[in-house]
């Protein structure tokens, strides 16, 4: 049904509503609200704490436009009974168009700190006229071009009553597991009459789409037992002795986790195959010795990083263990005359493995006999870009790695179309990372310690979740911290390094911190993933508690790979129990796994499940917060569905027809 069959909407509006990516009535059903205002309990102003969310009724006293740094800033002056505070809009213009003196209630992250006046930083707001017409738990849904929150929850209120979600799983199935109309899940989403209505409905709407998509990998799963191409002739000995040349023993995970891919490229049918395993267990050496198996069989491979600085270290641990062959790396940034080199030895099998970029998987790259496909830091590409490499040879096996440990059952969500390969112990040498929370009372101490080290020879990694400056003023930048080291710590080196940086910029900062030429490196998140800097032994994140636990830990990683003590110093603002119990968790603990399963507990599926985990996985429900239960139970059903008189084509095809809808906005 289209949006313009509803009142109110033109041609025009429904333009708007496309750029939130609803295109029909169906999508407005499922649009879930960001958040909820719960008008039954106001909050106070005296009493919001720092970097808490609030609901704020109040009088608006002045409105005013300015200019900061060419920045447009609406701020407006407000009392909540004999109590001041400002309202702050950065970048928001067109407020002080819609804001006027009177009644309104603001909702949103409130700056109380250090002893200055309270401040909202970016609310939503509604007249309090308005709202008078409005009682319980009012959603609040994101917005673009010209909507309002009283235009989305008018269009959405009339696509309830002429839309009706079927739920796919066998009615005997929804009676078994005692679940909810689905229809009706989909309403108390919009209309809650209070928060549990919301939990609820979160719930029954995350098992079923779930339930979807275990049901189509399983559907998928079984007809990609396609009959094997290409013949590895590579013998179990030749695999040993390959082994063997590495300067290290593998630990018994990594041996399992060869005799799984062994196992693999020598059955009848092809490899498709997940190896995850925490920080510094191995898993590039178990790739290594996958892609031995294929060219030792006269075949070539191809090696996929997510950046540039990542894909260059493993071309050189390639270059490093196959000096026999021929290797070649490829990029973005490679010149033009060399791309077009490699491409030709790649196409005539002169060449016989590639490591790059997404410019390995560019129409104008062929191989003339690719067998194996490596995607490294799988969580950073989708089920579209590794398909899309796997396809440029004839049955290629493929084989995919993350270092973000997730729990097994959600694995099999995640991952449902792929065979699980995890990797658990880790070799004796790595030293566990001491982990410390910082005050802020004790940061100068922190940094003379630093400085300390960098006298000694040790570095140390800054790593902020910004590259500017915070409109909200509370999240420390890349650059400002830049700024301020160098001018508490004159006499160490320090480099700045962040993803808008050329490619050639970036690297020629990282191999010149590798080389010990700085002391100290400032950056944002660039480092996350596969650098190997065996002398930095420090790592200090700011503002810890706006990154999830699995990517603290993630980044904890990038210290602790050589032979001394290696410390991790967490720094944090927020003074909640939240935030403190979760940076508990990261300092108490060193398996990944343990972590995952801690940040799945305390944020809720919908979190876990949310944009950096999984590139928006079922990104509509990624402002749903839901149980762990949820995953479990959709798994459980859709066992049963498969089973006996319930897996019916029927349910086969809506299943892959939901994966095929979902996959592209989802996992790429």
């Known amino acids: 049904m289209k949006l313009t069959d509803l009142k109110y909407i033109s041609e025009k509006r429904a333009q708007q509503f496309c750029k939130l990516g609803i295109t029909d009535q169906e999508g407005l059903v499922r649009f879930f609200p960001r958040t909820y205002l719960d008008l039954t309990s106001p909050d106070s102003i005296v009493e919001a704490r720092h970097n808490d969310m ?24 407000c009392r909540q009974g004999d109590n001041y505070f400002t309202t702050v809009w950065f970048n928001q213009p ?9 009644e309104y209630f603001f909702y949103g992250r409130v700056r109380n700190k250090y002893g200055m006046y309270a401040e909202m930083v970016n609310p939503v707001f509604e007249s309090a006229d308005r709202l008078k017409t409005l009682k319980g738990i009012l959603p609040v849904y994101p917005l673009a071009g010209g909507l309002t929150q009283g235009a989305v929850r008018t269009a959405v209120r009339q696509a309830l009553s002429n839309v009706h979600i ?38 029954r709407i995350a098992v079923e789409e779930y339930f979807m998509l275990v049901s189509a990998f399983k559907a998928i799963k079984g007809d990609r037992q396609a009959a094997r191409l290409n ?86 641990q390639l270059a490093r263990f196959f000096p026999d062959r021929q290797v070649r790396f490829l990029s973005g940034t490679t010149p033009a005359a060399e791309k077009k080199r490699i491409k030709a030895e790649l196409k005539s099998g002169t060449a016989d493995i590639v490591c790059g970029t997404h410019a390995v998987i560019q129409r104008d790259v062929e191989f003339a006999k690719l067998a194996l496909v490596v995607c490294d830091e799988q969580q950073r ?77 040790r570095q140390t990694y800054f790593v902020c979740p910004k590259i500017d400056g915070d409109d909200e003023g509370t999240v420390m930048s890349v650059t400002e911290l830049y700024e301020e080291l160098k001018a508490k710590m004159p006499s160490a080196r320090i480099a700045l390094l962040h993803g808008r940086m050329k490619e050639n910029e970036k690297q020629a900062i990282m191999d010149a911190f590798r080389r010990k030429e700085y002391d100290c490196l400032v950056s944002t998140t660039v480092i996350e993933v596969g650098i190997d800097v065996p002398d930095a032994t420090v790592m200090v994140i700011c503002d810890a508690d706006r990154f ?47 972590i995952a399963e801690c940040d799945l507990q305390m944020r809720g599926g919908g979190d876990f499940m949310g944009t950096r985990q999984s590139g928006r996985i079922l990104s509509e429900l990624h402002n749903l917060r839901f149980p762990v239960s949820a995953v479990f139970t959709a798994k459980a059903i859709a066992d049963e569905a498969f089973c006996g008189a319930f897996a019916t084509d029927e349910l086969r095809k809506l299943a892959i027809r939901r994966y095929e809808q979902l996959k592209d906005v989802v996992m790429n």
Request: with cysteine; hydrophobic share 40%; net charge positive.
């Open 381 to 457: 590409f989708g089920v579209a870009q590794r398909s899309a490499l796997a396809e440029k040879g004839e049955g290629c096996d493929c084989l995919v790695m993350s270092a973000t440990p997730i729990p097994r059952t959600l694995s099999l969500v995640f991952y449902g179309d792929l065979d699980v390969t995890t990797i658990r112990d880790k070799p004796a040498s790595r030293m566990p990372v001491s982990t410390s929370v910082i005050p802020r009372s004790k940061y100068d101490d922190m940094l003379r310690w630093i400085e300390g080290e960098a006298s000694a020879g």
């Open 54 to 77: 609030a609901l704020i009724p109040c009088e608006v006293v002045s409105v005013s436009l300015n200019r900061y740094a060419r920045r447009p800033v609406v701020k407006a002056v």
């Open 231 to 316: 013949r590895y002739c590579v013998t179990q000995a030749q695999v040993e002795q390959f082994i063997a040349s590495f300067p290290f023993g593998f630990t018994e995970g990594q041996k399992s986790a060869v005799r799984d891919i062994f196992s693999d490229v020598t059955s009848p049918v092809i490899m498709n195959r997940l190896l995850q395993g925490d920080v510094g267990c191995g898993k590039t050496a178990v790739a290594l010795t996958a892609i031995f198996m294929a060219v030792k069989s006269g075949y070539q491979a191809a090696m996929l990083a997510p950046t540039e600085v990542l894909a260059r270290q493993n071309a050189a």
């Open 548 to 594: 999830g636990l699995s990517q603290l830990h993630q980044l904890r990683g990038r210290v602790g790979r050589g032979s001394q003590k290696s410390y991790c110093f967490l720094l944090s603002p927020a003074d909640t129990e939240a935030a403190r119990q979760r940076l508990a968790v990261l300092k108490d603990n060193a398996d990944g796994f343990k």
């Open 166 to 203: 079927q739920s796919a799983i066998p009615l005997a199935l929804q009676r078994k597991y005692a679940l909810s109309d689905l229809g009706e899940a989909y309403r108390r989403v919009h209309e809650p009459r209070d928060m549990d209505d919301v939990a609820a409905a979160g719930e």
């Open 94 to 102: 067109y407020v002080a168009t819609k804001l006027t003196a009177g």
